[in-house]
């Protein structure tokens, strides 16, 4: 009955969980017929960013400033700035105030990426959650990340991320914000996943981001370059509101509401599980998943939720989980559904009725060998001490057959020796009560 609730909520909250895709519209925000652009590169001096997998994030965000403002550079009617050329240390409330000084229309602040556990993967924006510079960011953040996308990434979101006063808490969009400025934050990939390592292991792919940067911020702002001999002039952008806050950015800190999974079918010979995988979200998208089939002791490494879309917050309610098992084991699974801020449901878990069998001992369900398979040799069984050293096993039945022997033996011994403890209590207590009655019988 609970999972047929679960279910119908499902159906309930599917408006919810396919909105649909983003419609073209004009840039919200309103700028002048000169463009400034400052660029950010992330870290710098003392504070080197992440450093994982022998990266240093301070060298590799100027690279791709570098490369970013070179090609912007090369964009009519533009003025590009970097907040810091030199490895230098910067507060955050220096770099907004340098972007005030040149009356930046934007500023984009380069960084790359890593986990705590190393098992998130993909591109995001962070972008402030109020309006109207939440819309900003929102329609800039969908094109850079739809061309993350054609790169191979996954897309982890348009997102904003909430202090504990409820402020935008990373301080470079708090601080330019309250200067009237608007900002993002471009994480390009995670630098400690094997899935990201292969697009930023090269100075050549960190100089590809700053292009891919720069292309994005000309869409956003409709540039044209004579010297690239392209127009962006009448780029239309995903639709937003200037004022409100786009749902698809709100911050989530509560886990996905449903997580379920059904079983599909079964392949033992084959060793192949099928279970139907369904999750919900009614705060953000599903975005990853993991499982585990040993009942939920390990768990895989994350996977990417299929067909999820962070951009328009849509993603399917259910997939198919194709499973190998190994010989030999009876599978106890358990999946994980992980939404965009990294937040998990676990499912109820599927227990195999059987275990997979080995591949010496590929018995059909009625414990026969396949067809076409030499019967094993029947070792009879000998007394203790008495059966030979012939190197020869008992198999799998006559096992069953002495094990069940001895446990009826053991039981008619245990109720063998209940009855006569029962026949000696009964008796005593018949003695004293004869005792008893010759003594009361007796003259005082």
């Excluded at 819309?135 to 909430?162: I, N, S």
């Excluded at 899935?195 to 090269?202: H, L, M, T």
Aim: glycine share 8%.
């Amino acid at each position: 009955m609970y999972k047929i609730l679960l279910t119908f909520l499902f159906l309930l909250s599917g408006c919810l969980l396919y909105p649909g895709k983003a419609c073209a519209a004009p840039r919200l925000q309103d700028t002048g017929e000169k463009t400034v652009i400052v660029i950010d590169p992330g870290h710098g001096g003392e504070n080197r960013g992440t450093i994982e997998y022998d990266h240093d994030e301070k060298l590799m965000t100027m690279t791709t400033a570098m490369a970013m403002y070179e090609e912007l550079l090369l964009y009519d009617d533009v003025e590009v700035y970097l907040t810091h050329t030199e490895d230098v240390d910067m507060s955050l409330k220096e770099r907004a105030e340098f972007a005030e000084s040149v009356e930046a229309d934007f500023l984009f602040s380069i960084h790359y990426n890593a986990s705590e556990n190393h098992e998130l993967f993909g591109s995001e924006i962070w972008v402030s959650s109020l309006a109207p510079f939440n819309g900003y960011g929102y329609q800039f953040g969908y094109e850079f990340l739809t061309d993350m996308r054609e790169k191979g990434l996954l897309v982890r979101g348009v997102k904003t991320r909430l202090g504990s006063g409820g402020e935008d808490y990373y301080g470079i969009i708090r601080e330019a914000v309250n200067l009237e400025i608007p900002a993002v934050i471009i994480e390009h990939c995670h630098v400690d996943h094997e899935r990201d390592i292969v697009y930023c292991d090269s100075e050549e792919k960190l100089k590809e981001f700053g292009r891919a940067d720069a292309t994005a911020v000309a869409k956003y702002f409709q540039l044209k370059s004579s010297a690239l001999d392209v127009d962006y002039s009448d780029y239309q952008l995903a639709e937003a509101d200037s004022g409100s806050v786009m749902d698809v950015t709100m911050a989530d800190s509560t886990e996905p509401d449903i997580c379920l999974i059904d079983f599909r079918e079964a392949d033992y010979e084959n060793g192949s599980l099928s279970l139907t995988v369904s999750a919900a979200d009614y705060d953000s998208n599903i975005l990853y998943y993991n499982y585990s089939i040993d009942g939920g002791r390990t768990f895989t490494p994350w996977e990417a939720w299929p067909e999820s879309d962070t951009l328009t917050g849509s993603y399917p309610d259910s997939f198919t989980l194709d499973l190998s098992i190994p010989p030999g084991v009876t599978p106890e699974v358990m999946v994980r559904a992980y939404n965009t801020y990294g937040l998990y449901k676990e499912s109820n878990p599927y227990v195999s009725p059987q275990a997979y069998p080995k591949e010496e001992e590929e018995l059909t369900v009625e414990g026969q060998l396949p067809a076409g398979e030499p019967k094993a040799e029947v070792v009879p069984v000998m007394g203790a001490g008495e059966q030979e050293e012939t190197g020869q096993k008992i198999d799998m039945y006559q096992f069953v057959m002495i094990c069940l022997a001895a446990a009826f033996v053991m039981l008619v011994v245990l109720f063998g020796f209940q009855y006569i403890s029962y026949r000696n209590r009964k008796k005593r207590r018949l003695q004293r009560r004869n005792e008893e009655g010759i003594h009361r019988n007796q003259q005082r």
